[in-house]
């Protein structure tokens, strides 16, 4: 008798009380998701003087050489991101306001880096990927470091928000280079495949040091306009055995059928196992709202829906798929 895949789906995940999708506490790599579908709040944001109505953050962590680095970024979130950076104190959203919420979205990269290293319940050799999506009034932005992927659905066409930072794409490889680092049969010093992320610390000591691994991140923006549909949001599970516009095809295809952002972020699972995914799998859909709702000065996100599978599920539902085929 073959188990069953446990599936698990969330909406409105709160934060600072978002549960590890999954079990598998004994696996190496590890996704973590942090999805927020409804304005952040704390007593110390209204101390430190910022809106009392912040976006809705979308943050997906997709951790490697154990779980701690994506775990403590997840439980600090709220204080990397608002709490102990300059955030932009007004609601005016204009490129004045767009360039300081890319200056402190990057200090809060760099911060949640640093207390990696601080952090002595943190293995050295732990670390994270992290993507963030925020959307202010019309404008989208997402800040990226390492392989997770946002990908934009504009009139059924699919538009990166990010881009891959893998050491063998010529734009990371020269970088890598420079610092002294090398690759490996596509890792960075023989270790890693990506060339961005926050913690792994056994690579970057000391501190003040230059590493070719490095927790900046990249950013891009777009303003939204009525031809946008969507976003998807997904860690490298996905992207490795899929392109953004086979995923944007899939997403658009549900939506039009059924309407149900939940189901489609089940199905672009399903197309990655598939596809022989081998990997944790961790999707979010977020469909915009309305064209009319666009034109107002604060639309937020319609719908969100996250879905995410434990490796120990991938391995029991492709043992389920893997049987039925034999029917």
């Known amino acids: 008798m073959v188990a069953e895949a446990e599936v698990v789906c969330q909406q409105r995940v709160p934060v600072l009380d978002v549960p590890y999708f999954g079990k598998g506490s004994n696996i190496e790599e590890i996704d973590e998701i942090v999805a927020i579908s409804s304005p952040v709040s704390s007593p110390k944001l209204g101390k430190v003087g910022l809106p009392a109505d912040l976006p809705t953050p979308q943050l997906v962590l997709d951790g490697h050489g154990g779980p701690e680095a994506a775990a403590y970024v997840r439980k600090h979130a709220l204080r990397f991101f608002f709490e102990d950076v300059d955030f932009p104190r007004t609601c005016e959203f204009d490129d004045v306001f767009m360039e300081g919420v890319e200056n402190s979205l990057s200090k809060s990269f760099l911060l949640a880096d640093l207390a990696l290293a601080d952090d002595c319940t943190v293995n050295s050799s732990s670390g994270t990927t992290a993507l963030v999506a925020m959307i202010f009034g019309r404008h989208l932005m997402v800040a990226n470091a390492g392989d997770c992927r946002a990908v934009l659905c504009r009139k059924g066409e699919a538009v990166d928000m990010s881009e891959d930072h893998r050491p063998i794409y010529p734009s990371e490889r020269g970088r890598v280079e420079d610092l002294g680092g090398f690759i490996d049969d ?55 055995v899929m392109s953004s516009q086979h995923a944007v095809s899939i997403v658009r295809k549900g939506l039009r059928r059924h309407n149900d952002p939940e189901q489609c972020a089940r199905d672009l699972v399903m197309e990655a196992l598939r596809c022989n995914t081998f990997d944790n799998l961790t999707v979010i859909v977020v469909c915009f709202s309305s064209p009319d709702h666009l034109e107002q000065s604060s639309p937020r996100p319609r719908r969100l829906r996250c879905c995410s599978l434990s490796a120990e599920a991938l391995c029991s539902l492709r043992s389920l798929l893997d049987a039925n085929a034999k029917w």
């Open 186 to 240: 596509g890792y960075l010093n023989g270790v890693l495949s990506v060339s961005r992320a926050l913690g792994d610390w056994d690579m970057k000591f000391p501190k003040g040091s230059s590493s070719p691994l490095i927790a900046e991140p990249e950013f891009r923006q777009v303003v939204l306009t009525e031809d946008d549909e969507f976003l998807i949001i997904g860690c490298d599970g996905i992207w490795d």
